[in-house]
């Protein structure tokens, strides 16, 4: 059964989850330095597919279009859907030089939070190509939740009761999570 893995950047580097992709395998959780050893997984045939938590195809100027519809899709969640920042804030080492440069391209400044995953976003664009594109694929997680749900989760994910919420919606696919 093919093997398929979810990422998400930490401070560590990224946290997979690893499992078969009719949810049947054992799930593993690790946490590798950097995005080689997932893209040579994936180049090698070894990882089906990865689906990532950090944007891909990242816009010139301007909002991308699956962002603005993520963000409707989930309703009452949709501030946790950002806008990608644009292409030229990559090389940007500090705060106020990332909003100046996102001011200049766009005419809005970026989020801290939009800055403080640049490293993970830089280090992705880095390494993506057409081919891997087919393999390595951008999600957003709680539009990943809407879809197994059936409908946009009730509580924040800090909410007492958003994990719980969640880990439902993901045991639904995957039963040993």
Known sequence: ??????????????????????????????????????????????????AIDIPIGLPDSGSRRCDIEARKMIG?????????????LLGA??????ATRSRDI????????????LPKIREVDFVMTPERQQHLVEVHPEVSFTVLAGAPMAH???????????LAALRRVFPDV
């Open 1 to 50: 059964m093919p093997i398929v893995v979810g990422l998400d950047g930490c401070h560590a580097g990224w946290v997979q989850v690893i499992t078969s992709s009719d949810g049947q395998g054992k799930t593993q959780v690790i946490v590798v330095p950097d995005i080689a050893a997932v893209i040579s997984n994936l180049d090698s045939g070894r990882v089906a597919t990865a």
């Open 76 to 88: 009452d969640r949709r501030s946790s859907v950002f806008p990608a920042p644009a292409r030229g």
């Open 93 to 98: 080492e500090t705060y106020e030089d990332a």
């Open 106 to 117: 766009s005419g809005n400044g970026i989020s801290k939070q939009a800055f403080a995953i």
């Open 156 to 166: 924040h994910k800090s909410n007492p009761q958003g994990p719980a919420e969640r």
